[in-house]
């Protein structure tokens, strides 16, 4: 699935479910919450956390960061498409220096 995809794909579900849209603050309070999630996981994984009952699916969790991403970006009409281009004309432009 290509960004832009995702980007309408997130907000036609949305758009199904309206009841659940939340201000962009707990959109980017859940966000903060999901990058938690992957931390958490990350050090389970490592062995760094104790009582690490379960062995966690970080690829879920790192979905979940990124649809998070996606909502809030949509609720900011962020293109993310154009400002990943933007960013690699950039990174481009700092490693030719």
């Known amino acids: 699935m290509k960004i832009q995809e995702l980007q309408d794909w997130v907000a036609a579900d949305w758009q199904k479910h ?12 859940l ?6 999630e992957v931390a958490e996981a990350i050090r ?10 379960d062995k ?4 879920s969790e790192m979905a979940d ?3 998070s991403l996606v909502t809030l970006a949509n609720s900011y009409q962020v293109d993310l498409t154009a400002e990943i281009d933007r960013f690699q004309v ?3 432009e700092r490693r030719s220096t």
């Open 18 to 29: 309206p009841e659940n849209i939340t201000s962009q603050e707990s959109q980017c309070l």
């Open 31 to 36: 966000l903060v919450e999901e990058v938690g």
């Open 44 to 53: 389970k994984l490592d062995g760094r956390k104790e009582r690490a009952s």
């Open 56 to 59: 966690p699916d970080i690829g």
């Open 65 to 67: 960061v990124l649809i």
């Open 90 to 92: 950039r990174l481009a």
